[in-house]
């Protein structure tokens, strides 16, 4: 079957513009999670849905950042006033329920200018 | 919150050889520990994982072990052919089995 899809797979955007990044998980998929991985490091986690609520969002570096999944299947990672800093490749995952194996999807990586 | 250190940050062999990546974990209570390899410009693929219910488990060429102990776990690839050069990590997940925590990753190059 599918996997993890994401959109856009590249987005350039200018610095302190608002940039919405989009995850499709895996059918049937319960837990939803967002990491970001940065040159040459291991990814980063920022947040994870267990259905259609934030189980954990401790990743989360600030209020800048906050992600949606409003029923349960798409989520969305929205980055407010992006900055330098937020440039690096967004990946998002699926499991079938917590606790089991993540699918990671290919990524979009962000670049701000 | 639970820390990841993973070594070594490269490791090059000669193909036939074999490969060990060591891993060290923080938290106590983390209890699920999988692995993944991730190719230049593609996503992470998981390899192997390991419960810490259990001491070491293998797959064909891959293998890995768990020392609850010492909280410390480590990938060994026997074999390795020219198709297994990647960037590996290690990760560790607490009881809630949500977030992954990654190592910093350890470029493998395995020279024909």
């Known amino acids: 079957g599918a996997g993890v899809s994401q959109t856009p797979s590249n987005k350039v955007t200018e610095k302190g513009k608002y940039v919405e990044l989009r995850c499709d998980p895996i059918s049937g998929h319960t837990a939803l999670y967002w990491y970001r991985q940065s040159l040459g490091q291991g990814p980063e986690f920022l947040i994870y849905f267990q259905g259609t609520g934030a189980a954990d969002d401790s990743g989360l570096p600030n209020d800048r950042f906050f992600a949606v999944r409003p029923e349960g299947s798409v989520s969305t990672l929205k980055i407010q006033r992006t900055e330098r800093g937020d440039s690096a490749v967004y990946l998002c995952a699926s499991s079938l329920e917590v606790g089991r194996q993540q699918y990671f999807g290919p990524g979009t990586r962000l670049t701000v200018t | 919150g639970e820390n990841v250190e993973q070594h070594p940050s490269t490791l090059s062999v000669q193909e036939g050889d074999s490969a060990v990546i060591k891993c060290t974990y923080s938290?106590?209570?983390?209890?699920?520990f999988p692995w993944y390899k991730q190719e230049l410009g593609k996503r992470p693929q998981l390899i192997i994982d390991?419960?810490?219910?259990?001491g070491e488990k293998k797959d064909q060429r891959i293998a890995v072990t768990l020392n609850k102990t010492a909280k410390h776990f480590s990938l060994h690839i026997t074999e390795t052919q020219p198709e297994d050069s990647a960037v590996y990590f290690c990760a560790a997940s607490d009881n809630q089995g949500g977030k992954l925590i990654f190592g910093q990753g350890t470029e493998l190059s395995v020279k024909p």
């Open positions: 390991i419960r810490s219910n259990v």
């Open positions: 938290d106590s209570a983390s209890n699920y």
